[in-house]
């Protein structure tokens, strides 16, 4: 134990010290008893006690508590300010030493008061202290005649930000109206204008018989405020649509299209990107804002029908193009693992860079889709909902779609590796004939080619492929039998398959597995191998890692908005350790998942 130096001050002392500085009921006060206490026991050297003496009486710690008490004080005081008018108080000041002597002193003062960031602080005590936050209105002209009754006076100041509302002109009348009005921007913020209102001034100028880039022009040009003249929309429309969600299914860049009634009002977005829709009352442009990006004001958006008749003129305008499917799973017997000759039920050797160099695989991986792919006139928008996975329910399948080589098979085998009580593969089924050393249900469910087939008709199977003349493939029931044990199921998949997997049953969470650049997959995958079905243990050439590149680009491009996350494999350890905390998200954090997944119960 530590002896105390019986030099040091004696009890008594501190006491007296924590007193004159103690609130009553402070922490201080507190330790002032302690201390007496101590005191008591200081004299009789009891074991401890001379240690808890010299730390309750170090000047650190009173110090410490000290300010604690301080702190505490400060935050029950409500804080008034000493004037509300600091400014004035500092000319006053400023005067009065204009009449004193010239000391060294009263020049560094004056000096100080007149100093431009000084006075922006004076000025910015006293707005705070006077609350005074409003921008201040011009006053209404005193000379509005009596038969303007159904007219309305906007005064709206600008504070460096957009009217937030559109104007056209009416085709019959040619009146100036307000188009639309922009949730959460200034002139809806105001309550005054509204769209169907019919402008008559601005700014004191007529605008009859100008048009809408004439009155725009005069909009630009004023600096802080702007005066409307408006005779108001007899009934203005009421909002009554509910807010609605929506996964962006495709991009939209509203510089790229001259159909927009305003450029400036567009929202782009890519897809993928999550958007809130407030408005849906025209039938072409609806309002929305992307939740990434909520306290903005809303932007123009074409609506569904709108988009989809672009996209369709868009695909009818591009020359005939064969649509590439990336399909190209092929199955290997088995897989071996490091080392261990163990057999891991759902993993497949790979096929697809040695089968780029045949013939073969140029004709069967430019075939056209007969239809799995997402179709690039699909729906533009796909409403979504928050989906907060309960603890009873099961979870959610977790899909790794990547470019062949990327490290998808490595990322799902690290991850059964490091918990395989807690991640499993689906076990595959196929038709070819059982070995003697195979069981049903381990390796393989082994099926018959008609019942094979028939999973296939009835969409049964998430994907498959043929091999050596037999049928491989994944059954949505192989994955389920996984998830009622209360697992998580690791898969990977095509990106053509994916939209098979996207049922409410399974909702699968789909993480796309990037390549890094090419460098730094140089350097990594020295030593990394291909297994294919030719040369087993082939290592990454250039070729192999630029065509990686190159297919990760397209996946990317056309199917871009199924994914939940994006992983980019270039350390191994850091990708694993990603993949490991956002499969934990998915299952146990509220995430975006499409509406018709959720029943109207479910939804939070
Ligand atoms: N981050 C990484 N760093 C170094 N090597 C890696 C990394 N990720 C994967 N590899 C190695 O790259 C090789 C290919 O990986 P993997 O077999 O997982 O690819 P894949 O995406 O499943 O492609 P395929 O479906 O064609 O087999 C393996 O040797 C693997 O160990």
Redesign the pocket.
């Known amino acids: 134990m530590i002896q105390s130096d019986k030099g040091a001050d004696p009890p008594d002392k501190d006491m007296k010290l924590s007193m004159t500085t103690n609130p009553e009921n402070g922490l201080s006060q507190i330790l002032r008893l302690v201390l007496q206490e101590l005191s008591l026991f200081y004299s009789r050297d009891v074991n401890g006690v001379c240690l808890l003496y010299d730390l309750l009486h170090s000047p650190w710690l009173r110090a410490l508590l000290k300010v604690y008490d301080c702190l505490q004080e400060f935050k029950e005081k409500k804080l008034v300010p000493a004037t509300p008018h600091a400014q004035v108080l500092s000319c006053e000041v400023m005067e009065l030493l204009r009449e004193t002597s010239n000391s060294p002193e009263i020049q560094e003062l004056r000096q100080t008061l007149q100093a431009p960031h000084f006075k922006a602080l004076l000025s910015a005590h006293d707005t705070v202290a006077q609350k005074d936050f409003e921008p201040l209105l011009p006053p209404l002209p005193d000379n509005i005649p009596e038969s303007e009754e159904a007219m309305r006076i906007v005064c709206l100041v600008k504070n460096h930000q957009p009217l937030g509302a559109t104007i056209k002109r009416h085709e019959m009348t040619g009146d100036i109206l307000v188009a639309r009005v922009i949730h959460g921007g200034l002139a809806e913020r105001s309550g005054l204008l509204y769209a169907g209102d019919k402008l008559v001034e601005v700014n004191g100028v007529s605008v009859e018989g100008l048009d809408p880039e004439q009155v725009i022009h005069i909009l630009a040009m004023s600096r802080d405020t702007i005066m409307f003249k408006v005779v108001p929309v007899s009934d203005h429309p009421v909002n009554s649509q509910k807010t609605v969600y929506v996964r962006a299914m495709t991009e939209y860049w509203p510089q790229e299209d001259p159909a927009i009634p305003c450029m400036d009002a567009g929202l782009p977005f890519q897809k993928g990107d999550i958007l809130q829709i407030v408005d849906q009352n025209d039938a072409l442009w609806w309002q929305a804002r992307k939740i990434s990006d909520l306290a903005t004001c809303a932007g123009l958006i074409p609506s569904k029908q709108l988009l989809k008749r672009k996209q369709r003129e868009f695909w009818w305008s591009k020359p005939y193009q064969p649509h590439i499917c990336f399909k190209s799973t092929m199955y290997k017997e088995e897989f071996v693992g490091y080392g261990q000759k163990v057999f891991i039920a759902g993993f ?3 096929m ?2 040695c089968r780029r160099k045949s013939y073969l695989s140029r004709r069967r991986a430019s075939v056209c889709c007969a239809g799995g792919c997402y179709s690039a006139v699909g729906a533009p928008y796909e409403e979504v909902v928050r989906y907060q996975r309960r603890p009873s329910d099961k979870h959610r399948l977790i899909v790794l779609v ?10 799902r ?1 690290q991850l059964i590796k490091f918990n395989p009580s807690h991640f499993q593969s689906a076990v595959p089924h196929t038709t070819r004939s059982k070995k003697s050393y195979e069981m049903d249900g381990c390796e393989y469910h082994f099926v018959s080619k008609e019942t094979f087939e028939s999973l296939i008709y009835s969409h049964r199977m998430l994907e498959h492929g043929e091999y050596k003349g037999h049928l491989y493939g994944t059954s949505v029931d192989a994955v389920q039998a996984v998830l009622d044990e209360g697992k998580i199921c690791v898969m ?1 998949l095509e990106p053509q398959d994916i939209q098979v997997a996207r049922t409410h049953e399974l909702k699968p969470y789909v993480i796309f ?1 990037k390549p890094s650049n090419m460098s730094y997959m140089k350097q ?2 020295k030593n ?4 294919t079905d030719y040369f087993v243990d082939m290592k ?1 050439k250039d070729e192999d890692l630029q065509e990686m590149e190159e297919l990760a680009q397209k996946i990317e491009t056309q199917f871009g908005q199924f994914f939940d996350h994006v992983i980019v ?4 350890q850091d ?1 694993c350790a990603q993949l490991l905390s956002v499969i934990q998200k998915a299952q146990e954090e509220p995430q975006w998942v499409p509406a018709t997944w959720i029943s109207s119960g479910t939804e939070s």
């Open positions: 497949r050797r790979s697809r860079l990547g470019p062949s080589g990327v490290g998808v098979n490595e990322l085998r990977d597995i990594s995958r990394a191998k291909i297994i990454f494999n270039d350390n191994l990708a």
